[in-house]
DNA sequence: CGAGTGCTTGAGGGAAGTCAAGATTGGTGG
DNA sequence: CCACCAATCTTGACTTCCCTCAAGCACTCG
Protein backbone atom coordinates (compact mmCIF):
# COMPACT_ATOMS: atom_id res chain seq x y z
CA UNK A 1 0.00 0.00 0.00
CA UNK A 2 1.51 3.38 -1.19
CA UNK A 3 1.69 6.24 1.28
CA UNK A 4 -0.25 9.11 -0.02
CA UNK A 5 2.42 12.03 0.77
CA UNK A 6 5.87 12.36 -1.39
CA UNK A 7 8.07 9.77 -0.52
CA UNK A 8 10.98 12.16 -1.49
CA UNK A 9 9.63 14.24 1.51
CA UNK A 10 10.49 11.10 4.15
CA UNK A 11 13.50 11.01 6.12
CA UNK A 12 16.62 8.92 4.43
CA UNK A 13 18.18 6.44 6.17
CA UNK A 14 22.10 7.26 7.30
CA UNK A 15 24.76 5.41 8.41
CA UNK A 16 23.61 3.68 11.69
CA UNK A 17 24.61 5.51 14.96
CA UNK A 18 25.34 3.32 17.75
CA UNK A 19 22.87 3.88 20.77
CA UNK A 20 26.40 4.54 22.85
CA UNK A 21 26.76 7.42 21.17
CA UNK A 22 23.27 8.56 20.72
CA UNK A 23 22.43 12.23 21.83
CA UNK A 24 19.31 11.11 24.00
CA UNK A 25 20.79 7.84 25.69
CA UNK A 26 20.56 8.97 29.26
CA UNK A 27 16.78 9.72 29.05
CA UNK A 28 15.29 7.87 26.27
CA UNK A 29 13.36 4.91 26.62
CA UNK A 30 16.58 3.09 25.57
CA UNK A 31 18.01 4.37 28.67
CA UNK A 32 16.80 2.04 31.50
CA UNK A 33 17.25 -1.22 29.74
CA UNK A 34 19.56 -3.66 30.40
CA UNK A 35 22.40 -3.39 27.99
CA UNK A 36 21.70 -7.03 26.21
CA UNK A 37 17.95 -5.75 25.85
CA UNK A 38 19.11 -2.64 23.93
CA UNK A 39 21.29 -3.99 21.52
CA UNK A 40 18.49 -6.17 20.35
CA UNK A 41 16.29 -3.38 20.04
CA UNK A 42 19.14 -1.07 18.39
CA UNK A 43 19.07 -3.85 15.47
CA UNK A 44 15.68 -3.62 14.56
CA UNK A 45 15.65 0.56 14.39
CA UNK A 46 17.58 2.60 11.85
CA UNK A 47 18.56 6.40 12.00
CA UNK A 48 17.08 8.54 9.94
CA UNK A 49 16.68 12.52 9.43
CA UNK A 50 14.06 14.99 8.71
CA UNK A 51 14.45 18.20 7.36
CA UNK A 52 12.05 21.44 8.62
CA UNK A 53 9.32 20.88 6.82
CA UNK A 54 9.53 17.39 6.33
CA UNK A 55 5.67 15.19 6.52
CA UNK A 56 6.51 11.81 8.45
CA UNK A 57 3.32 11.13 8.30
CA UNK A 58 -0.51 12.36 7.26
CA UNK A 59 -3.83 11.65 8.98
CA UNK A 60 -5.43 8.98 7.52
CA UNK A 61 -2.79 7.53 6.32
CA UNK A 62 -1.28 3.93 7.29
CA UNK A 63 0.78 4.09 10.73
CA UNK A 64 3.58 2.23 9.56
CA UNK A 65 6.93 3.49 11.61
CA UNK A 66 7.51 4.50 15.30
CA UNK A 67 10.27 6.89 16.33
CA UNK A 68 12.57 7.86 19.33
CA UNK A 69 13.60 11.83 18.50
CA UNK A 70 17.30 12.29 18.94
CA UNK A 71 17.19 15.84 18.42
CA UNK A 72 15.04 18.73 16.94
CA UNK A 73 11.68 19.05 17.62
CA UNK A 74 8.26 17.35 16.20
CA UNK A 75 4.70 18.64 15.67
CA UNK A 76 1.54 16.67 15.49
CA UNK A 77 -1.15 18.63 14.16
CA UNK A 78 -4.91 17.73 13.28
CA UNK A 79 -6.55 19.86 10.65
CA UNK A 80 -10.31 21.04 10.62
CA UNK A 81 -11.88 20.20 7.02
CA UNK A 82 -12.11 24.12 6.79
CA UNK A 83 -8.54 24.44 7.21
CA UNK A 84 -7.89 25.25 10.67
CA UNK A 85 -5.17 23.93 12.73
CA UNK A 86 -4.31 22.87 15.60
CA UNK A 87 -0.67 21.33 17.10
CA UNK A 88 -1.69 18.78 19.69
CA UNK A 89 1.84 17.78 20.38
CA UNK A 90 5.16 18.05 20.20
CA UNK A 91 7.84 15.59 20.40
CA UNK A 92 10.96 16.56 22.00
CA UNK A 93 14.18 14.68 21.98
CA UNK A 94 13.88 11.34 24.18
CA UNK A 95 10.12 11.86 23.02
CA UNK A 96 8.34 8.95 21.03
CA UNK A 97 6.52 9.97 17.76
CA UNK A 98 3.92 7.24 16.06
CA UNK A 99 0.79 4.82 17.51
CA UNK A 100 1.29 1.71 18.02
CA UNK A 101 -1.80 -0.61 17.75
CA UNK A 102 -3.53 1.54 15.06
CA UNK A 103 -3.97 0.71 11.19
CA UNK A 104 -4.23 4.68 10.42
CA UNK A 105 -2.51 7.57 11.99
CA UNK A 106 -5.20 10.66 13.54
CA UNK A 107 -2.37 13.05 13.39
CA UNK A 108 -0.08 15.30 10.70
CA UNK A 109 3.19 14.22 12.07
CA UNK A 110 6.16 17.04 10.55
CA UNK A 111 9.25 17.83 11.55
CA UNK A 112 9.06 21.57 13.26
CA UNK A 113 13.08 21.59 12.58
CA UNK A 114 15.71 19.70 11.39
CA UNK A 115 15.54 16.24 13.46
CA UNK A 116 17.07 12.96 13.74
CA UNK A 117 15.48 9.78 14.53
CA UNK A 118 15.70 6.65 15.76
CA UNK A 119 13.04 4.94 13.94
CA UNK A 120 11.30 1.06 13.94
CA UNK A 121 8.68 -0.37 11.39
CA UNK A 122 5.13 -0.24 13.41
CA UNK A 123 5.36 -4.23 13.14
CA UNK A 124 8.85 -4.60 14.89
CA UNK A 125 8.21 -2.34 17.04
CA UNK A 126 5.06 -4.04 18.48
CA UNK A 127 7.34 -7.56 18.22
CA UNK A 128 9.36 -6.06 21.05
CA UNK A 129 7.10 -4.81 23.06
CA UNK A 130 5.76 -8.41 23.14
CA UNK A 131 8.98 -10.07 23.42
CA UNK A 132 10.36 -7.44 26.15
CA UNK A 133 7.49 -6.22 28.68
CA UNK A 134 10.08 -3.88 30.45
CA UNK A 135 10.34 -1.98 27.02
CA UNK A 136 6.55 -1.98 27.43
CA UNK A 137 5.90 -0.58 30.60
CA UNK A 138 8.76 1.85 30.04
CA UNK A 139 6.75 2.91 27.32
CA UNK A 140 3.29 2.81 29.18
CA UNK A 141 4.92 5.31 31.69
CA UNK A 142 6.20 7.51 28.81
CA UNK A 143 2.47 7.65 27.66
CA UNK A 144 0.53 8.24 30.98
CA UNK A 145 3.50 11.23 31.20
CA UNK A 146 2.07 12.37 27.75
CA UNK A 147 -1.45 11.93 28.47
CA UNK A 148 -0.92 14.35 32.17
CA UNK A 149 0.74 16.80 29.25
CA UNK A 150 -2.28 16.94 27.14
CA UNK A 151 -4.35 17.55 29.81
CA UNK A 152 -2.14 20.18 31.13
CA UNK A 153 -2.69 21.91 27.33
CA UNK A 154 -6.46 21.20 27.47
CA UNK A 155 -6.32 23.48 30.48
CA UNK A 156 -4.47 25.71 28.89
CA UNK A 157 -6.66 26.15 25.59
CA UNK A 158 -9.91 26.17 27.73
CA UNK A 159 -9.34 28.82 30.11
CA UNK A 160 -6.22 30.42 29.95
CA UNK A 161 -5.88 33.96 28.51
CA UNK A 162 -3.68 34.80 25.62
CA UNK A 163 -0.56 36.34 27.33
CA UNK A 164 -1.20 33.61 30.19
CA UNK A 165 -0.89 30.84 27.15
CA UNK A 166 2.33 32.43 25.53
CA UNK A 167 4.21 32.99 28.96
CA UNK A 168 2.81 28.67 29.42
CA UNK A 169 4.62 28.00 26.28
CA UNK A 170 7.63 29.72 26.76
CA UNK A 171 8.00 28.37 29.99
CA UNK A 172 7.57 24.95 28.96
CA UNK A 173 9.97 25.36 26.06
CA UNK A 174 12.52 26.34 29.12
CA UNK A 175 12.04 23.49 31.16
CA UNK A 176 12.65 21.26 28.42
CA UNK A 177 15.77 22.59 27.28
CA UNK A 178 18.59 19.97 27.46
CA UNK A 179 22.56 20.57 28.61
CA UNK A 180 24.53 19.77 25.90
CA UNK A 181 25.39 16.58 27.39
CA UNK A 182 22.00 15.49 26.78
CA UNK A 183 20.69 16.25 30.52
CA UNK A 184 18.13 17.89 31.95
CA UNK A 185 18.48 21.45 33.22
CA UNK A 186 17.43 22.77 36.72
CA UNK A 187 14.26 24.53 36.91
CA UNK A 188 15.58 27.78 37.97
CA UNK A 189 18.12 29.58 36.33
CA UNK A 190 18.22 31.87 33.28
CA UNK A 191 18.20 30.52 30.07
CA UNK A 192 18.30 31.49 26.42
CA UNK A 193 17.56 29.56 23.68
CA UNK A 194 15.76 28.94 20.09
CA UNK A 195 11.77 28.98 19.30
CA UNK A 196 11.64 25.89 17.29
CA UNK A 197 8.33 27.07 15.85
CA UNK A 198 7.44 29.97 13.82
CA UNK A 199 4.72 32.75 15.31
CA UNK A 200 2.04 30.76 13.16
CA UNK A 201 3.16 27.67 15.08
CA UNK A 202 3.02 28.96 18.01
CA UNK A 203 -0.64 30.24 17.31
CA UNK A 204 -1.48 26.73 16.31
CA UNK A 205 -0.08 25.55 19.13
CA UNK A 206 -1.51 27.67 21.61
CA UNK A 207 -5.45 28.56 20.06
CA UNK A 208 -4.80 31.65 19.08
CA UNK A 209 -3.84 33.77 15.68
CA UNK A 210 0.04 34.59 14.47
CA UNK A 211 -0.88 37.81 15.36
CA UNK A 212 -2.12 37.58 18.90
CA UNK A 213 1.20 35.88 19.70
CA UNK A 214 3.46 38.49 18.32
CA UNK A 215 1.40 41.12 20.07
CA UNK A 216 1.73 39.08 23.42
CA UNK A 217 5.29 38.70 22.48
CA UNK A 218 5.97 42.07 22.45
CA UNK A 219 4.04 42.61 25.74
CA UNK A 220 6.05 40.01 27.73
CA UNK A 221 9.33 41.90 26.19
CA UNK A 222 8.03 45.38 26.98
CA UNK A 223 7.64 43.86 30.42
CA UNK A 224 11.44 42.58 30.67
CA UNK A 225 10.17 39.07 31.41
CA UNK A 226 12.37 38.04 28.03
CA UNK A 227 14.69 39.10 26.04
CA UNK A 228 14.44 38.59 21.93
CA UNK A 229 17.86 38.27 21.05
CA UNK A 230 16.28 38.23 17.72
CA UNK A 231 13.07 37.10 16.03
CA UNK A 232 14.02 33.35 17.09
CA UNK A 233 16.15 33.47 20.18
CA UNK A 234 14.76 34.18 23.34
CA UNK A 235 16.44 35.05 27.11
CA UNK A 236 14.47 34.19 30.44
CA UNK A 237 16.62 35.85 33.40
CA UNK A 238 13.83 35.25 35.68
CA UNK A 239 11.70 32.34 35.12
CA UNK A 240 9.96 32.72 38.49
CA UNK A 241 8.62 35.38 36.61
CA UNK A 242 7.83 34.06 34.14
CA UNK A 243 6.12 31.19 35.44
CA UNK A 244 3.91 33.32 36.93
CA UNK A 245 2.68 35.00 34.29
CA UNK A 246 1.48 31.33 33.15
CA UNK A 247 -1.71 31.31 35.22
CA UNK A 248 -1.57 28.08 37.07
CA UNK B 1 -0.33 9.86 55.70
CA UNK B 2 -4.35 11.31 55.66
CA UNK B 3 -5.90 12.07 52.59
CA UNK B 4 -6.94 16.08 52.54
CA UNK B 5 -10.77 15.53 51.17
CA UNK B 6 -13.63 14.54 53.42
CA UNK B 7 -13.31 10.80 54.38
CA UNK B 8 -17.20 10.64 54.30
CA UNK B 9 -16.99 11.92 50.52
CA UNK B 10 -15.05 8.48 49.77
CA UNK B 11 -17.11 5.50 47.99
CA UNK B 12 -18.18 2.89 50.54
CA UNK B 13 -17.36 -0.41 50.01
CA UNK B 14 -20.08 -2.45 49.00
CA UNK B 15 -20.86 -6.29 48.83
CA UNK B 16 -18.54 -8.31 46.53
CA UNK B 17 -20.16 -8.54 43.18
CA UNK B 18 -18.48 -11.12 41.03
CA UNK B 19 -17.00 -10.34 37.24
CA UNK B 20 -19.72 -12.76 35.67
CA UNK B 21 -22.58 -10.33 36.42
CA UNK B 22 -20.42 -7.07 35.72
CA UNK B 23 -22.18 -4.87 33.64
CA UNK B 24 -19.20 -3.91 31.62
CA UNK B 25 -17.86 -7.74 31.62
CA UNK B 26 -18.20 -7.75 27.61
CA UNK B 27 -15.89 -4.23 27.11
CA UNK B 28 -14.32 -3.48 29.91
CA UNK B 29 -10.02 -4.35 30.84
CA UNK B 30 -10.93 -8.17 32.25
CA UNK B 31 -13.17 -8.67 29.06
CA UNK B 32 -9.87 -10.34 27.08
CA UNK B 33 -8.31 -11.85 29.56
CA UNK B 34 -8.27 -15.99 29.91
CA UNK B 35 -10.84 -16.50 32.81
CA UNK B 36 -8.14 -17.66 35.19
CA UNK B 37 -6.17 -14.63 35.26
CA UNK B 38 -9.72 -12.83 35.43
CA UNK B 39 -10.06 -14.18 38.79
CA UNK B 40 -6.74 -13.67 40.09
CA UNK B 41 -7.36 -9.56 39.24
CA UNK B 42 -10.93 -10.02 40.73
CA UNK B 43 -9.39 -11.07 43.98
CA UNK B 44 -7.49 -7.72 44.41
CA UNK B 45 -10.54 -5.47 43.67
CA UNK B 46 -13.46 -4.80 45.49
CA UNK B 47 -16.71 -3.08 44.22
CA UNK B 48 -17.95 0.66 45.52
CA UNK B 49 -20.50 3.10 45.25
CA UNK B 50 -19.97 6.90 44.67
CA UNK B 51 -22.93 9.18 44.99
CA UNK B 52 -23.41 12.16 42.41
CA UNK B 53 -20.66 14.74 43.66
CA UNK B 54 -18.17 12.60 45.65
CA UNK B 55 -14.50 13.47 45.54
CA UNK B 56 -12.57 10.59 44.82
CA UNK B 57 -9.50 12.52 44.63
CA UNK B 58 -8.20 16.13 44.35
CA UNK B 59 -5.32 17.90 42.88
CA UNK B 60 -1.78 16.93 44.83
CA UNK B 61 -3.43 14.27 46.73
CA UNK B 62 -1.72 10.85 46.86
CA UNK B 63 -2.75 8.80 44.20
CA UNK B 64 -4.11 5.46 45.99
CA UNK B 65 -6.84 3.88 43.86
CA UNK B 66 -7.39 2.49 40.57
CA UNK B 67 -11.01 1.78 39.18
CA UNK B 68 -12.47 0.90 36.19
CA UNK B 69 -15.91 2.65 36.12
CA UNK B 70 -18.90 0.04 35.65
CA UNK B 71 -21.70 2.21 35.92
CA UNK B 72 -22.27 6.38 35.74
CA UNK B 73 -19.72 8.34 34.56
CA UNK B 74 -16.66 10.00 36.77
CA UNK B 75 -15.29 13.75 35.63
CA UNK B 76 -11.38 14.85 35.97
CA UNK B 77 -10.72 18.37 36.58
CA UNK B 78 -7.75 20.92 36.59
CA UNK B 79 -8.27 24.32 38.45
CA UNK B 80 -6.38 27.49 38.00
CA UNK B 81 -5.41 29.34 41.34
CA UNK B 82 -7.94 32.22 40.42
CA UNK B 83 -10.71 29.23 40.37
CA UNK B 84 -10.97 28.93 36.70
CA UNK B 85 -11.88 25.19 35.86
CA UNK B 86 -11.86 22.83 33.35
CA UNK B 87 -12.76 18.97 32.95
CA UNK B 88 -9.69 17.11 31.68
CA UNK B 89 -11.40 14.01 30.77
CA UNK B 90 -14.52 11.85 31.47
CA UNK B 91 -14.33 8.20 32.63
CA UNK B 92 -17.80 6.13 31.24
CA UNK B 93 -18.48 2.80 31.97
CA UNK B 94 -15.50 0.64 30.88
CA UNK B 95 -12.84 3.44 31.09
CA UNK B 96 -10.19 3.41 34.00
CA UNK B 97 -9.81 6.44 36.42
CA UNK B 98 -6.68 7.05 38.66
CA UNK B 99 -2.91 7.65 37.74
CA UNK B 100 -0.44 4.17 37.83
CA UNK B 101 3.03 4.99 38.81
CA UNK B 102 3.25 8.41 39.99
CA UNK B 103 2.64 9.36 44.07
CA UNK B 104 0.13 12.34 43.37
CA UNK B 105 -2.92 13.55 41.19
CA UNK B 106 -2.60 15.86 38.79
CA UNK B 107 -6.39 16.07 38.66
CA UNK B 108 -9.42 15.93 41.06
CA UNK B 109 -11.38 13.45 40.47
CA UNK B 110 -14.90 13.83 40.89
CA UNK B 111 -18.25 11.66 40.22
CA UNK B 112 -20.42 13.31 38.12
CA UNK B 113 -23.28 10.79 38.21
CA UNK B 114 -23.87 7.55 40.68
CA UNK B 115 -21.61 5.45 39.76
CA UNK B 116 -19.99 1.94 39.89
CA UNK B 117 -16.40 1.09 40.27
CA UNK B 118 -14.22 -2.03 40.60
CA UNK B 119 -11.28 -0.13 42.39
CA UNK B 120 -7.79 -1.28 43.53
CA UNK B 121 -4.92 -0.41 45.73
CA UNK B 122 -2.77 1.50 43.75
CA UNK B 123 -0.07 -0.86 44.68
CA UNK B 124 -1.87 -4.06 44.13
CA UNK B 125 -2.98 -2.71 40.39
CA UNK B 126 0.88 -2.18 39.93
CA UNK B 127 1.90 -5.64 41.20
CA UNK B 128 -1.04 -6.60 38.79
CA UNK B 129 0.19 -4.85 36.16
CA UNK B 130 4.08 -6.44 36.64
CA UNK B 131 2.69 -9.82 36.96
CA UNK B 132 0.25 -9.93 34.15
CA UNK B 133 2.09 -8.59 30.44
CA UNK B 134 -1.34 -8.97 28.68
CA UNK B 135 -2.68 -6.45 31.55
CA UNK B 136 -0.46 -4.15 31.11
CA UNK B 137 -0.35 -4.44 27.00
CA UNK B 138 -4.11 -4.00 27.44
CA UNK B 139 -3.83 -0.52 29.77
CA UNK B 140 -1.23 0.56 26.94
CA UNK B 141 -3.94 0.37 24.29
CA UNK B 142 -6.30 1.93 26.65
CA UNK B 143 -4.18 5.26 27.44
CA UNK B 144 -3.08 4.94 23.87
CA UNK B 145 -7.24 5.71 23.15
CA UNK B 146 -7.09 7.94 25.56
CA UNK B 147 -4.59 10.23 23.93
CA UNK B 148 -6.19 9.80 21.13
CA UNK B 149 -9.66 11.41 22.71
CA UNK B 150 -7.41 14.11 24.14
CA UNK B 151 -5.82 15.37 21.28
CA UNK B 152 -9.25 15.42 19.19
CA UNK B 153 -10.55 17.69 22.77
CA UNK B 154 -7.57 19.89 21.96
CA UNK B 155 -8.66 20.47 18.61
CA UNK B 156 -12.43 20.85 19.86
CA UNK B 157 -10.78 23.79 22.67
CA UNK B 158 -8.31 25.30 20.50
CA UNK B 159 -9.92 26.18 17.17
CA UNK B 160 -13.95 24.90 17.67
CA UNK B 161 -16.40 28.08 17.89
CA UNK B 162 -19.09 27.54 20.54
CA UNK B 163 -21.76 25.79 18.43
CA UNK B 164 -19.34 23.16 17.11
CA UNK B 165 -18.08 22.52 20.91
CA UNK B 166 -21.76 21.86 21.67
CA UNK B 167 -22.72 19.85 18.75
CA UNK B 168 -19.47 17.63 19.19
CA UNK B 169 -20.01 16.60 22.66
CA UNK B 170 -23.71 15.87 21.79
CA UNK B 171 -21.94 13.58 19.55
CA UNK B 172 -19.40 12.27 21.51
CA UNK B 173 -22.31 11.60 23.54
CA UNK B 174 -24.05 9.72 21.75
CA UNK B 175 -21.35 7.34 20.46
CA UNK B 176 -20.54 6.43 23.96
CA UNK B 177 -24.23 5.20 24.94
CA UNK B 178 -24.24 1.68 25.65
CA UNK B 179 -27.40 -0.74 25.02
CA UNK B 180 -28.70 -2.37 28.27
CA UNK B 181 -27.27 -5.61 27.64
CA UNK B 182 -23.50 -3.70 28.17
CA UNK B 183 -22.56 -3.73 24.19
CA UNK B 184 -21.99 -0.71 21.99
CA UNK B 185 -24.48 0.89 19.57
CA UNK B 186 -24.30 1.35 16.12
CA UNK B 187 -23.29 4.72 15.46
CA UNK B 188 -25.91 6.06 13.59
CA UNK B 189 -29.61 4.95 14.76
CA UNK B 190 -31.73 8.11 16.10
CA UNK B 191 -31.02 7.96 20.29
CA UNK B 192 -32.34 9.25 23.27
CA UNK B 193 -29.99 9.83 26.19
CA UNK B 194 -29.86 11.52 29.67
CA UNK B 195 -27.45 14.29 30.30
CA UNK B 196 -24.56 13.55 32.82
CA UNK B 197 -23.37 16.83 33.04
CA UNK B 198 -24.86 20.43 34.13
CA UNK B 199 -24.93 23.30 31.87
CA UNK B 200 -22.14 24.46 33.96
CA UNK B 201 -20.19 21.28 33.88
CA UNK B 202 -20.44 21.12 30.39
CA UNK B 203 -19.36 24.64 30.06
CA UNK B 204 -16.28 23.59 32.29
CA UNK B 205 -15.73 20.56 29.28
CA UNK B 206 -15.87 22.62 26.40
CA UNK B 207 -13.92 25.61 27.49
CA UNK B 208 -17.27 28.01 27.64
CA UNK B 209 -19.59 29.81 30.10
CA UNK B 210 -22.45 27.91 31.24
CA UNK B 211 -24.80 30.66 29.28
CA UNK B 212 -22.91 30.29 26.06
CA UNK B 213 -23.65 26.26 26.33
CA UNK B 214 -27.41 27.47 27.06
CA UNK B 215 -27.56 29.73 24.22
CA UNK B 216 -25.97 27.36 21.82
CA UNK B 217 -28.06 24.20 23.16
CA UNK B 218 -31.36 26.54 22.63
CA UNK B 219 -29.64 27.12 18.85
CA UNK B 220 -29.49 23.56 18.32
CA UNK B 221 -32.86 22.88 19.52
CA UNK B 222 -34.47 25.43 17.05
CA UNK B 223 -32.56 23.97 14.73
CA UNK B 224 -34.81 21.10 15.21
CA UNK B 225 -30.88 18.93 15.22
CA UNK B 226 -31.97 17.94 18.85
CA UNK B 227 -35.26 17.69 21.20
CA UNK B 228 -34.99 18.37 24.60
CA UNK B 229 -37.12 15.77 26.41
CA UNK B 230 -36.43 17.90 29.56
CA UNK B 231 -33.64 19.86 30.59
CA UNK B 232 -31.35 16.68 31.17
CA UNK B 233 -32.73 14.30 28.50
CA UNK B 234 -31.86 14.46 24.51
CA UNK B 235 -32.94 13.25 21.59
CA UNK B 236 -30.91 13.33 18.53
CA UNK B 237 -33.17 12.36 15.49
CA UNK B 238 -30.33 12.36 12.99
CA UNK B 239 -27.07 11.91 14.06
CA UNK B 240 -25.69 12.69 10.84
CA UNK B 241 -27.30 15.49 10.81
CA UNK B 242 -25.27 16.46 14.38
CA UNK B 243 -22.08 15.25 13.74
CA UNK B 244 -22.05 17.73 10.65
CA UNK B 245 -22.30 20.90 12.84
CA UNK B 246 -19.36 19.41 14.88
CA UNK B 247 -16.99 21.20 12.59
CA UNK B 248 -14.03 18.33 12.06
C1' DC C 1 -46.11 28.00 49.16
C1' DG C 2 -41.72 30.11 49.42
C1' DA C 3 -36.73 29.20 49.00
C1' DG C 4 -33.25 27.19 46.51
C1' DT C 5 -31.11 25.46 42.50
C1' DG C 6 -30.44 25.10 37.78
C1' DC C 7 -31.60 26.86 33.28
C1' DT C 8 -32.81 30.45 29.85
C1' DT C 9 -32.72 34.88 27.77
C1' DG C 10 -31.30 39.71 27.17
C1' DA C 11 -28.16 43.79 26.98
C1' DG C 12 -23.65 45.56 26.91
C1' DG C 13 -18.60 45.18 26.97
C1' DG C 14 -14.07 43.32 26.07
C1' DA C 15 -10.53 40.03 24.52
C1' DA C 16 -9.10 38.09 20.64
C1' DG C 17 -9.94 37.67 15.59
C1' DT C 18 -9.78 39.82 10.92
C1' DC C 19 -8.02 42.77 7.59
C1' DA C 20 -4.39 45.64 6.12
C1' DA C 21 -0.02 48.03 5.98
C1' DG C 22 4.76 48.20 7.07
C1' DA C 23 9.12 46.55 9.16
C1' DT C 24 12.65 42.79 9.67
C1' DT C 25 14.92 38.94 8.52
C1' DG C 26 17.14 35.60 5.77
C1' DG C 27 18.30 33.32 1.64
C1' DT C 28 20.11 33.74 -3.18
C1' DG C 29 22.55 35.18 -6.80
C1' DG C 30 24.92 38.82 -9.14
C1' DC D 1 29.80 41.37 -0.05
C1' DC D 2 25.77 43.35 -0.77
C1' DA D 3 21.28 44.00 -2.96
C1' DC D 4 16.95 42.18 -3.72
C1' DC D 5 13.04 39.31 -2.90
C1' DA D 6 10.19 36.42 -0.27
C1' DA D 7 8.92 35.00 4.00
C1' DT D 8 8.16 36.13 8.61
C1' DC D 9 7.01 39.21 12.05
C1' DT D 10 5.03 43.55 14.04
C1' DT D 11 1.70 47.00 14.61
C1' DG D 12 -2.69 49.41 13.86
C1' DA D 13 -7.77 49.89 13.08
C1' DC D 14 -11.98 47.72 13.10
C1' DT D 15 -15.19 43.71 13.94
C1' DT D 16 -17.06 39.78 16.13
C1' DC D 17 -17.92 36.18 19.16
C1' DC D 18 -18.16 35.02 23.54
C1' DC D 19 -18.08 36.65 28.40
C1' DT D 20 -20.15 39.33 32.14
C1' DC D 21 -23.81 41.02 34.54
C1' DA D 22 -28.57 40.84 35.34
C1' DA D 23 -33.25 39.42 35.39
C1' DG D 24 -36.78 36.08 35.05
C1' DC D 25 -38.40 31.21 34.55
C1' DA D 26 -39.04 26.13 35.81
C1' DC D 27 -38.49 22.48 39.02
C1' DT D 28 -37.74 20.35 43.44
C1' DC D 29 -37.97 20.03 48.20
C1' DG D 30 -38.81 21.36 52.86
Not at 215 to 223: M, T
Amino acid sequence: MRPQYDRNALPKATDAIPCDTCPVREISVCSILPREQRKQIALKSHNRHAAKGDVLAVEGDRAAQIASVTSGVIKMTKTLSDGRQQIVGLAFPSDMVGRPFATDNTVRVEAATDTTLCSFDRAHFEQLLKEHPAFEGLLLRMKLDELDAAKEWMLLLGRKSAKERVASFLSMLADRQLAPDGTRLPRTSPITFELPLSRAEIADYLGLTLETVSRQVSKLRELGVIVIEDGRTVSVPDRQKLAALSGN
